[in-house]
């Protein structure tokens, strides 16, 4: 889909990422921004998916990922966050 044509619920889900991303693009020189981007939906989509196919290999990368109870819980509640953005 090009630029000219995206969809409300993309228009969305790209504010949302922006959002999310606002601290490491303001730490960025500009001309990365775009790349930061494109690497963050890639991550993004990617997490969505092995979450989608291989539940149990997501929770348990989850855990590697982030071994503190309250490092998941955080990112669990800006999870929600984004999704409440993305997705309303």
């Given at each position: ?36 981007l ?8 990617l ?12 929770e348990?990368?989850?855990s ?10 955080e990112?669990?509640?800006?999870a ?9």
């Amino acid at each position: 889909m090009d630029d000219t044509t995206a969809s409300p619920e993309w228009d969305r889900y790209g504010r949302a990422v922006i959002g999310s991303m606002l601290e490491v693009l303001e730490e960025a020189r500009e001309e990365h921004h775009p790349l930061l981007l494109e690497a963050a939906d890639y991550w993004l989509s990617l997490g969505l998916a092995i979450g989608l196919s291989r539940p149990g290999d997501a929770e348990r990368l989850f855990s590697l990922i982030e071994a503190e109870d309250a490092a998941r819980l955080e990112l669990q509640e800006d999870a929600a966050a984004f999704c409440e953005e993305a997705l309303s």
